[in-house]
């Protein structure tokens, strides 16, 4: 058992709005990654946060941002939503530093349904 | 760029059979290479991982996989398939010098095992 959780299980939105994705580290974890899986895909790297900076970003747009807090807990927030944007989103926490040999752990997921 | 192919998106075996997953990556310096596995509903779980000890890397539930820096390779092995292997299971490297945590991913194998 990991010990990262998200949340919604499930999230159907429609084109153009607002959407936040939470995750919850494992206790002790300073690293948070997020990834985008589309169906049938491998998962996309969006971006790292490390102590509540961002520690790296993948070529995803500006629309795309996150939040790391003190207490182990994440956001992802994409803005102006569009169908393309229909993914699993998964988040994942390391405990180190966000290093290349880190093993990152992942949560089970949030499938965003964009129509 | 850094890149990783896995050859065959779908893989069927029988049950206590050998299973071979294969995955090759692109890069001119030799990455640190991953495998994940994600069962239905679930996130990903590591397998096993290379970070340039042994070239042979032992992994959980009887996997393991072998770095061929000639063949540019790191394909997945399991003397004998059991039922609960059946899942996708994910190639992934790292930058040796990526300090932001960056999985890249390949497209994914799913394996069945037949009864």
């Known amino acids: 058992e990991t010990g990262v959780t998200q949340s919604p299980t499930h999230l159907i939105k429609t084109r153009g709005q607002q959407v936040t994705l939470r995750c919850s580290s494992q206790?002790?974890?300073?690293?948070v990654s997020w990834y985008q899986q589309a169906l049938g895909q491998g998962p996309q790297f969006i971006f790292q946060?490390?102590?509540?900076?961002?520690?790296g970003r993948g070529n995803f747009p500006p629309r795309f941002s996150g939040l790391q807090f003190p207490n182990y807990s994440s956001e992802l927030n994409v803005n102006a939503l569009e169908l393309d944007d229909s993914a699993l989103y998964l988040c994942?926490?390391?405990?180190?530093?966000?290093?290349?040999?880190?093993?990152?752990?992942f949560g089970p997921g949030t499938r965003l349904t964009v129509l | 760029a850094q890149s990783v192919t896995q050859l065959g998106s779908h893989v069927s075996v029988s049950e206590g059979a050998l299973v071979l997953l294969r995955c090759n990556y692109s890069s001119s310096v030799p990455p640190y290479l991953f495998w994940y596995v994600q069962y239905p509903n679930q996130g990903l779980q590591l397998l096993l991982k290379?970070?340039?000890?042994?070239?042979l890397v032992k992994g959980i539930n009887g996997f393991e996989a072998e770095f061929k820096k000639s063949e540019t390779s790191f394909h997945l092995t399991k003397p004998s398939a059991h039922m609960s292997d059946a899942a996708e299971y994910f190639c992934a490297v790292s930058d040796r010098a990526n300090q932001g945590g960056k999985l890249i991913f390949g497209q994914g194998t799913e394996l069945s095992v037949k009864p």
């Open positions: 946060y490390y102590r509540e900076e961002e520690n």
């Open positions: 994942a926490s390391s405990l180190g530093s966000g290093g290349p040999t880190d093993t990152q752990y």
């Open positions: 290379y970070t340039s000890a042994a070239t």
């Open positions: 206790s002790g974890h300073n690293t």
